[in-house]
């Protein structure tokens, strides 16, 4: 369902609340079926009235658990939050979308948090990939940190799901499932009322089926209305990088990244390639962990000493990355950073929009994840690749579905430098169009 279907708020949080309770593949932590009723009664009002409070009144989106809503436990994904007292007023991306008449369901799963792109919670169980179960009776992972919020809009139970990025957390799940992730420009949406990772990285986004979707909810959470640069594929001035966001490519990605560089150039964009030289300095900026490691052991510090023992393990190990970092050095990290981010925009001068596969591999097996640790460190490193470029770069990005009908989901990345949304999401609409006609209209 777009933007453009009829909306009938009640019918579709009836559909969604059914979705949510039956479906196999657990994306919920909390469902809220009778604060979701009230908002979708209200919305129902309003557009009957023919007064809607926005463009997405009435539709049904989840919360990623990250996110304080008023009267409830923000946990993270974690048990050892489990006793903090209830949020005394939503995050301020939450209570935009309330105002925007968005009809709140329930809280979804996550990495614990945040700290994983694999999508893996020891805790509460990991929801299985949907848009694999199809493919693959395999059970497959689903991407994270933004899990559960994925699964909510794959299987039907949300329109739009409302969750984070500082590393790929919103592209990641997206590319595996079939979805859309748009990361805008950091500062472009308040992260007020969400947990931290790293506050330098976090981002505030959703995830969406449609690029059109993503622009209506973006300008809900950004709390301005959006006006993409509309063009004609031919007007706008792509660019593949090589090596790096190539490099390491299981074969499906690679032929569905060379598929899509082929049906765009047939229909008539300009793809040009480029070595973006200042990705050499990239070791630098990532050592010993990088900034997320090091802001997320200062919140975490005193936290992990109380209850260390009730964190992920996986996530503990990487959190703990961070405790030889001194005031120094992520002052030295971050004017390395603001030289790069210079750089960076530089080299690209003369580029609208970069191409790349968002991650490296379809969805792999959850089983020997759950029980390999060098395997699940070595496919969380190769998964946050390509996206925590765009993080470091304080740039946008959105992945996009690019696999044909019928074949595992394979995400491809359109990124740019920062405050560069408008111009990304105009192109993003360019491509969609071009690689699946129809899927936004």
Known sequence: MTTTDPVHPQADLAS???????????????????????????????????????????????????????GQTTTAGSTALADQPHAAEDALAVARLRRAGAVLIGRTQMTEFAF???????????????????????????????????????TGAAWAALGSDTGGSIRIPAALQGLVGFKNTQRRTPTAGALPL??????????????????????????????????????????????????????????????????????????????????VDLPALQQDGGLPAAESWAWHHDLIVRRGDQYDHRVATRIRRGA?????????????RAQWILRMGQALDGVDVVLSPTVPMVAPPLGPLLADDALFFDTNARLLRNPSVVNLLDGCAISLPCQRPGSAPVGLMLWAVGEQDERLLGAALAVEAALQPGRSA
């Open 16 to 70: 969604a609340l059914h979705t949510a309770r039956t479906t196999a593949c657990a994306a919920f932590v909390r469902l809220d079926p009778i604060g979701a009723q009230q908002a979708a009664d209200a919305a129902a009002q309003r557009l009957q009235r023919l007064q809607p409070a926005s463009a997405i009144d009435g539709r049904v989106v989840s919360v990623k658990d990250l996110f304080d809503i008023a």
């Open 116 to 154: 994983s792109g694999v999508g893996i919670n020891p805790h509460h169980g990991t929801p299985t990939n949907p848009a694999m179960a199809a493919i693959d009776p395999v059970a497959r992972i689903p991407g994270g940190s933004t899990s559960g919020g994925a699964v909510s809009v794959a």
């Open 198 to 279: 790293s506050p330098s990285l976090d981002t505030v986004c959703a995830i969406t089926r449609t690029v059109r979707d993503a622009v209506e909810v973006h300008g809900v959470l950004a709390g301005t209305r959006l006006t993409p640069q509309l063009r004609p594929l031919a007007d706008w001035r792509f660019a593949v990088v090589e090596p790096l966001f190539l490099d390491g490519l299981d074969a499906a990605v690679a032929s569905t990244f060379a598929d899509s560089l082929a049906t765009l150039s047939r229909a008539g964009a300009r793809i040009g390639h480029t070595t973006l030289a200042p990705l």
């Open 324 to 336: 030889t970092a001194t005031p120094a050095s992520v002052a030295a990290l971050h004017r390395l």
